[in-house]
């Protein structure tokens, strides 16, 4: 059964997917069409700059609704009508949530990398094969005075940014879920009340980051932290794996909460009238 959702998922993804995919390699093509002519013309030049605008707004636009398609499907198929059907088969809370959050995960990642590809499209000529050949001149660079340690140090800190991208799109998508469920508590006025959780939980999140760097910030100004910068100065690595570990270990708790949270309200006060 957990297959056949996955099934239901990727068709529903791939039906929105083609249509943004569509326009937006249609615009990468018709740019990189209008960079093989060079004219010194302010309409040319005009006709050029608008192409690269136009793409622009296409990939952003297609990072948005991306999200806003994993929201809205979040949504209909377990709030909506829909969740009659969908909580009358024989599949656990757990297993709905992780279907919705994995496909949401692919279907962003597969957004994503058609818009590297499609900007490598855009941009394809002379000016990406400068681009490769000074990226390629500063890797050859900094592999002469790399060492072994440093180099190493440069793999895992990979490793985290990696980490910290998944960590960070499961908690992105598990806030919109946590929102929209706690909005399907109220009786009426639902979506205003799941954005209205959204931009409460960001506002939060706003003042508690506030508030911390003007404690940094006195503790600064009141404490002698001479020691504590020497400390990381002599202790770069370290000190980044700290602040690494620091964010995942965050990012990790956050997506624990939101997934009880989230868990709890659909298992437990699921309201669908």
Aim: glycine fraction near 2%; charged fraction near 10%.
């Amino acid at each position: 059964m957990v297959r056949k959702l996955f099934k239901h998922e990727a068709i529903y993804y791939a039906r929105t997917l083609l249509i943004f995919e569509i326009i937006l390699f249609s615009l990468a093509i018709s740019t990189r069409f209008i960079m093989f002519f060079e004219f010194d013309h302010w309409v040319y030049r005009f006709i050029q700059g608008s192409s690269f605008v136009l793409f622009g707004l296409a990939a952003i636009a297609c990072i948005y609704a991306s999200i806003a398609m994993s929201v809205i499907r979040f949504y209909r198929n377990l709030f909506s009508q829909e969740g009659y059907l969908t909580f009358a088969l024989p599949v656990s809370t757990n297993q709905h949530i992780t279907v919705k959050l994995i496909s949401s995960l692919i279907y962003q990642s597969v957004v994503s990398f058609s818009i590297f590809i499609a900007t490598l499209i855009a941009i394809s000529g002379d000016f990406l094969n400068e681009l490769l050949k000074a990226i390629w001149y500063i890797l050859n660079k900094a592999f002469e005075v790399i060492s072994f340690k440093d180099g190493l140090n440069i793999s895992i800190y990979l490793i985290y940014f990696c980490a910290i991208l998944l960590f960070s799109g499961i908690y992105n998508i598990l806030l919109f879920y946590t929102c929209i469920c706690i909005g399907q508590l109220a009786n009426r006025a639902r979506i205003w009340l799941a954005v209205g959780c959204y931009f409460t939980y960001a506002a939060i999140v706003e003042i508690l980051y506030t508030v911390f760097m003007i404690v940094i910030n006195v503790i600064a100004e009141t404490v002698d932290m001479t020691k504590f910068f020497d400390f990381i100065s002599e202790n770069p690595h370290l000190s980044l794996h700290v602040l690494f570990i620091t964010i995942i270990l965050l990012l990790s708790a956050l997506i624990i909460v939101f997934y009880i949270v989230t868990h709890k309200i659909i298992s437990k006060r699921l309201n669908l009238e």
